[in-house]
């Protein structure tokens, strides 16, 4: 299928959309797939202006108009906000767009918004320091170094989760309206990290971006879980120098019809005795929403599911169910959340390809959620809708604290920053005492299917 390139917003732009589409649309219903929301795995792409949003109903097409921050005063209900900062680029590659596939099955047509990446697998090329200007701040290690170590693994990974944290946030920002507040922090140990929070914004209580690369020896606790996940570590006088660096981000919006999201990607590194050296890729992407909606359900897995196919078709299979078995809390004997895709010590079939994967997987971030939280900018919520995402806040916090490996092994590693480990928590949360849902809401409905994990792709 053709490509469609916008470099106006005219007429002629505004018919020319509007013919495509229409063209587009009536070829996938011919495929029989009209019932289906486009994602970033069809072979079609859009890439338009930034800053631009395009609503499709039926075979019309127009422009959305800008939202606007504010929570209703009338009853019991509040609205999610949006405030659009301009025409500011999400990235160079990536774009704010969306239509949709068939008006009649999404009556409320609100997966208009898609985000959809360049098909491009390769590196940035440039140099090191002009790809640097583009993070929200300096990179971790300095740059002369890495421009030594440029085609070395550790310096590939810091440049990709340096721009992963910036895509990811300038998208939110777009979004919100705000900045996000950067803080950089050293460990006397070897590294440091930037951390990207923003707190009480338009449309996010508290939207994590953290990036940390730490070097050193592994203690003796740290160690004790490596070996547990099948790696036999032999250290020299019990030291065992490592580097682990990775991107991590947890979102937690306000309006509860917006899912909360986390993402994962991580390289660590370490060396032996006999001074050979270990490496293995981790990481993953997983939505916790408050209520089912099957069409973003849909569409999240579904991207994801694009990017692995992409390199092995297997992969999604096998780490949805790594995911579902990994996010669960054997407490509550529920998941946290619908689920997405996790992976931990992934060293094969190569370096270079498990990296690739990775890569992929770090460029559905933007395309995977965005879409999701312009659909459900505007919905209007009940004090006691806000009141069950607060109970499933609470089971986010129980399971971070209790069963995460990520928070375990920072908890466990001298010089770890706790403030960037508790980064995933959210600004508020709520226990209550023997909460149960009442059958037959929508409530009861979430809960069964984080009793009863579905497949949503």
């Given at each position: 299928?053709?490509?469609i390139v916008?470099?106006?917003?005219?007429?002629t732009a505004?018919t020319?959309v509007r013919r495509?589409?229409?063209s587009?649309?009536?070829?996938l219903?011919?495929?029989?797939?009209s019932h289906l929301?486009?994602?970033s795995?069809h072979s079609s792409?859009l890439?338009?202006?930034?800053?631009?949003?395009?609503?499709?109903?039926?075979?019309?097409?127009r422009f959305m108009?800008?939202g606007?921050?504010?929570?209703?005063?009338?009853?019991?209900t509040r609205?999610?906000a949006?405030?659009?900062?301009?025409?500011?680029a999400?990235?160079a590659a990536?774009a704010?767009a969306?239509?949709l596939?068939?008006?009649?099955?999404?009556?409320?047509?609100?997966m208009a918004?898609?985000?959809?990446?360049?098909p491009e697998?390769?590196?940035?090329?440039?140099?090191?320091?002009e790809?640097?200007r583009?993070?929200?701040s300096?990179p971790?290690?300095d740059?002369?170094?890495l421009q030594?170590?440029k085609?070395?693994?550790?310096t590939?990974?810091?440049m990709?989760?340096?721009?992963t944290?910036?895509?990811?946030?300038?998208?939110l920002e777009?979004?919100d309206g705000?900045?996000?507040?950067?803080d950089?922090?050293?460990r006397?140990?070897?590294?440091?990290g930037?951390?990207?929070?923003?707190q009480d914004?338009?449309v996010?209580?508290?939207?994590g971006?953290?990036v940390?690369?730490?070097s050193?020896y592994l203690t003796?606790?740290?160690?004790?879980?490596?070996?547990?996940?099948?790696?036999v570590l032999?250290?020299?006088d019990g030291?065992l120098?490592?580097c682990?660096?990775?991107?991590?981000?947890?979102?937690?919006?306000?309006n509860?019809h917006?899912p909360?999201?986390?993402f994962?990607?991580?390289y660590?590194?370490?060396e032996?005795?006999?001074?050979?050296?270990?490496?293995w890729?981790?990481?993953?992407?997983?939505?916790?929403?408050?209520y089912?909606?099957?069409?973003?359900?849909?569409h999240?897995?579904?991207?994801l599911?694009g990017?692995c196919d992409?390199?092995h078709s297997q992969y999604?299979?096998?780490?949805?169910?790594?995911?579902?078995?990994y996010f669960?809390?054997?407490?509550?004997?529920?998941?946290?959340?619908?689920?997405?895709?996790f992976?931990?010590?992934l060293e094969?079939?190569s370096?270079e390809?498990a990296?690739?994967?990775?890569?992929s997987?770090?460029?559905?971030v933007?395309?995977c959620?965005?879409p999701i939280?312009?659909k459900?900018?505007?919905?209007?919520?009940?004090?006691e809708?806000k009141?069950?995402q607060?109970v499933?806040r609470g089971?986010?916090?129980?399971?971070n604290?209790?069963?995460?490996?990520g928070?375990?092994f920072?908890?466990?590693t001298p010089?770890?920053?706790?403030?960037?480990?508790?980064?995933s928590?959210?600004l508020?949360a709520?226990?209550?005492?023997m909460?149960?849902?009442a059958?037959g809401?929508r409530e009861a409905?979430?809960?069964d299917?984080?009793?009863?994990?579905?497949?949503?792709v």
């Amino acid at each position: 299928m053709a490509t469609i390139v916008f470099c106006s917003v005219n007429k002629t732009a505004r018919t020319t959309v509007r013919r495509c589409l229409t063209s587009h649309l009536k070829g996938l219903a011919s495929a029989g797939e009209s019932h289906l929301p486009l994602s970033s795995t069809h072979s079609s792409s859009l890439a338009l202006l930034p800053g631009t949003r395009w609503l499709s109903r039926g075979s019309s097409v127009r422009f959305m108009s800008q939202g606007t921050a504010g929570r209703a005063s009338a009853g019991r209900t509040r609205r999610g906000a949006l405030a659009l900062s301009g025409a500011a680029a999400v990235t160079a590659a990536a774009a704010v767009a969306g239509f949709l596939a068939n008006a009649n099955h999404f009556q409320r047509a609100e997966m208009a918004t898609k985000v959809l990446r360049a098909p491009e697998e390769k590196e940035p090329e440039g140099d090191i320091s002009e790809r640097c200007r583009g993070f929200m701040s300096p990179p971790v290690t300095d740059i002369a170094v890495l421009q030594k170590t440029k085609g070395e693994m550790r310096t590939r990974m810091e440049m990709l989760i340096m721009e992963t944290q910036a895509e990811f946030c300038r998208a939110l920002e777009e979004v919100d309206g705000g900045t996000f507040k950067v803080d950089r922090w050293k460990r006397k140990e070897g590294g440091g990290g930037i951390s990207c929070v923003m707190q009480d914004g338009k449309v996010f209580e508290k939207a994590g971006v953290n990036v940390s690369v730490v070097s050193g020896y592994l203690t003796e606790e740290a160690a004790k879980q490596m070996r547990s996940r099948g790696k036999v570590l032999k250290g020299k006088d019990g030291k065992l120098p490592f580097c682990a660096m990775g991107v991590s981000s947890v979102i937690h919006p306000k309006n509860p019809h917006i899912p909360t999201v986390h993402f994962n990607y991580r390289y660590f590194e370490i060396e032996e005795e006999d001074g050979s050296k270990q490496w293995w890729f981790g990481g993953g992407t997983d939505l916790t929403p408050v209520y089912i909606n099957k069409e973003d359900a849909f569409h999240f897995h579904k991207t994801l599911k694009g990017a692995c196919d992409k390199h092995h078709s297997q992969y999604y299979t096998d780490f949805k169910k790594w995911c579902d078995k990994y996010f669960y809390i054997r407490h509550r004997g529920e998941t946290r959340g619908i689920g997405g895709i996790f992976f931990d010590d992934l060293e094969s079939p190569s370096q270079e390809e498990a990296f690739s994967f990775v890569k992929s997987c770090a460029r559905t971030v933007v395309p995977c959620y965005l879409p999701i939280v312009y659909k459900h900018l505007n919905d209007a919520f009940t004090d006691e809708e806000k009141d069950w995402q607060q109970v499933r806040r609470g089971r986010y916090v129980e399971f971070n604290l209790v069963y995460d490996r990520g928070v375990k092994f920072g908890l466990a590693t001298p010089g770890s920053r706790i403030e960037s480990i508790l980064m995933s928590l959210p600004l508020t949360a709520r226990w209550e005492y023997m909460h149960e849902p009442a059958k037959g809401t929508r409530e009861a409905e979430m809960l069964d299917a984080l009793r009863n994990p579905k497949e949503w792709v």
